[in-house]
């Protein structure tokens, strides 16, 4: 599906029957449009900066081992000074806040961050982070909490550590670099991020005839694009 004319170089996999059934909907309905984008396959610009953002959940060893695999994948595929790469991570549903697995789980997902920090950091030491949400609501509270951060680019680092730690029971990689994030891309667990298409979907967004214009008054976006949702194939 591409919606709303936007670069459609993101790929899903597996997906459950009724979002497969809605997304040929609306392939019916929206009719694709391309939008215009920058050229950034030299560079993405300084005020484009973007993390790259996984919400998923710690179910088991194999599964975190498989996650720091796909985030070193993401990387390499997407390399740029202006490009981070996030874990937010949270444990599957249960009937009390702790279970015996959790914390050793936690410790094998910063384990992997810290090892792909050391291993590229002659390239940069800002370009992963993982983050753990504190109990429940990963999902919803983790992507918002990050968003959050890079509203708040007028205020100093330290205050910005303090709401990560508020938010996120365990942290890891550089959180200073938040405030200066403008985008946002989410994947799913399973999206591949094909090579270069971060920079595509930066250039997407950054260009003038694409940025949203909000109305006060109507409180909505009346021109541009806050959102967007690339095909799925």
Request: hydrophobic content about 45%.
């Given at each position: 599906m591409e919606a709303a004319g936007v670069y459609s170089g993101l790929?899903?996999?597996?997906?459950?029957?009724?979002?497969?059934?809605?997304?040929?909907?609306?392939?019916?309905?929206?009719?694709?449009?391309?939008?215009?984008?920058?050229?950034?396959?030299?560079?993405?610009?300084?005020?484009?900066?973007?993390?790259?953002?996984?919400?998923?959940?710690?179910?088991?060893?194999?599964?975190?081992?498989?996650?720091?695999?796909?985030?070193?994948?993401?990387?390499?595929?997407?390399?740029?000074?202006?490009?981070?790469?996030?874990?937010?991570?949270?444990?599957?549903?249960?009937?009390?806040?702790?279970?015996?697995?959790?914390?050793?789980?936690?410790?094998?997902?910063?384990?992997?961050?810290?090892?792909?920090?050391?291993?590229?950091?002659?390239?940069?030491?800002?370009i992963f982070i993982c983050s753990t949400a504190r109990a429940g609501g990963m999902k919803r509270r983790g992507v918002d909490g990050l968003r959050a951060q890079a509203r708040q680019a007028g205020r100093i680092q330290r205050a910005v550590a303090g709401r990560c730690e508020r938010l996120f029971s365990e942290i890891v990689g550089d959180v200073t670099i938040l405030p200066s994030v403008r985008y946002v891309i989410t994947l799913d667990t399973d999206t591949l991020l094909p090579r270069e298409s971060a920079r595509m979907l930066a250039g997407t967004l950054a260009h003038p005839l694409n940025r949203p214009r909000f109305d006060p008054e109507k409180r909505i976006v009346t021109e541009g694009y806050g959102i967007l949702q690339p095909r799925v194939a």
């Open positions: 790929s899903l996999v597996r997906q459950p029957t009724g979002v497969a059934l809605v997304n040929w909907a609306a392939t019916l309905l929206v009719k694709p449009r391309l939008l215009p984008r920058l050229d950034f396959s030299s560079g993405m610009a300084p005020d484009s900066r973007t993390v790259v953002v996984v919400p998923t959940m710690l179910t088991s060893a194999d599964a975190v081992e498989r996650l720091v695999e796909s985030l070193e994948i993401h990387y390499l595929a997407n390399r740029d000074r202006y490009l981070h790469f996030a874990l937010l991570t949270d444990f599957s549903d249960a009937l009390q806040e702790s279970m015996p697995q959790d914390e050793s789980l936690v410790r094998q997902v910063r384990a992997g961050v810290e090892m792909l920090i050391r291993k590229y950091e002659s390239d940069r030491i800002d």
